[in-house]
């Protein structure tokens, strides 16, 4: 990476820039047998959009669920109405179901597209269709998204970068040239270490990488969702 800029598009390479949509699930496991096929049939489509000048990769991303968070997303604030009991018992409520049902992990998905061009200026035109278009599309699949600014990317790489919790995310695009920084600065672990071929060390953990090549003619759709199911 060598420049985020503030609308969310980075700069990877010299003559590569690239973008990321953040989306929500859809209920296809819970589909009947008749809307699942229409699912299909729309997410072939939604594929097909991109051409061979678009390089696209999906990011499914298990991270550990910030506790503090975690209750800031389902506390219900209080109104001295009479109905704070009931506001507490139901907070109480979604604590419970919320901590049964994603094993502690917050779980996000996201889509990264990117074109070649010479500049900033040539390629930002073309980078707002695509992904107008593409939000378009989530929308024809009755699927949330949104895009991501140049603070909400780098505040998800330092995330997968920093999964010890160690490293708090700080960043202002003010004080980025004032401290002489870069962007990678506000991201970096304490230590990358490969000391070996099989696992390596990211700030205070440990970790390893899998290459999964799929070479059957088909598959089953439950392959996917076992995959993202997975404690990890």
């Given at each position: 990476m060598q420049r985020m800029f503030e609308d969310g598009t980075c700069r990877v390479k010299n003559?590569?820039?690239?973008?990321?949509v953040e989306f929500q699930d859809i209920n296809y496991q819970l589909a009947l047998p008749e809307d699942r096929t229409a699912i299909y049939e729309e997410w072939c489509s939604f594929l097909n959009f991109f051409d061979s000048s678009i390089h696209f990769e999906l990011s499914f991303v298990n991270t550990a669920t910030d506790s503090t968070e975690f209750e800031k997303s389902i506390r219900i604030p209080f109104q001295k109405d009479g109905f704070d009991d009931v506001r507490a018992e139901y907070s109480q409520m979604l604590r419970q179901q919320l901590s049964k049902g994603n094993n502690g992990l917050t779980k996000r998905k996201y889509l990264t597209f990117g074109v070649s061009g010479e500049s900033m200026q040539q390629v930002k035109a073309r980078l707002d269709h695509i992904q107008n278009d593409l939000l378009n599309n989530f929308h024809r699949l009755?699927?949330?998204?949104?895009p991501l600014d140049g603070r909400e990317r780098l505040k998800l790489m330092h995330g997968i970068f920093n999964l010890d919790g160690e490293s708090k995310f700080y960043f202002d695009w003010k004080k980025l040239a004032a401290g002489g920084l870069t962007v990678k600065d506000a991201i970096a672990p304490t230590a990358f270490a490969?000391?070996?071929?099989?696992?390596?060390?990211?700030?205070?953990?440990?970790?390893s990488v899998s290459y999964l090549s799929i070479t059957a003619s088909d598959l089953s759709d439950q392959l996917l969702?076992?995959?993202?199911?997975?404690d990890s």
């Amino acid at each position: 990476m060598q420049r985020m800029f503030e609308d969310g598009t980075c700069r990877v390479k010299n003559g590569y820039y690239t973008r990321t949509v953040e989306f929500q699930d859809i209920n296809y496991q819970l589909a009947l047998p008749e809307d699942r096929t229409a699912i299909y049939e729309e997410w072939c489509s939604f594929l097909n959009f991109f051409d061979s000048s678009i390089h696209f990769e999906l990011s499914f991303v298990n991270t550990a669920t910030d506790s503090t968070e975690f209750e800031k997303s389902i506390r219900i604030p209080f109104q001295k109405d009479g109905f704070d009991d009931v506001r507490a018992e139901y907070s109480q409520m979604l604590r419970q179901q919320l901590s049964k049902g994603n094993n502690g992990l917050t779980k996000r998905k996201y889509l990264t597209f990117g074109v070649s061009g010479e500049s900033m200026q040539q390629v930002k035109a073309r980078l707002d269709h695509i992904q107008n278009d593409l939000l378009n599309n989530f929308h024809r699949l009755g699927v949330q998204a949104k895009p991501l600014d140049g603070r909400e990317r780098l505040k998800l790489m330092h995330g997968i970068f920093n999964l010890d919790g160690e490293s708090k995310f700080y960043f202002d695009w003010k004080k980025l040239a004032a401290g002489g920084l870069t962007v990678k600065d506000a991201i970096a672990p304490t230590a990358f270490a490969f000391q070996n071929s099989r696992t390596f060390q990211m700030g205070g953990i440990f970790g390893s990488v899998s290459y999964l090549s799929i070479t059957a003619s088909d598959l089953s759709d439950q392959l996917l969702k076992d995959f993202l199911d997975m404690d990890s």
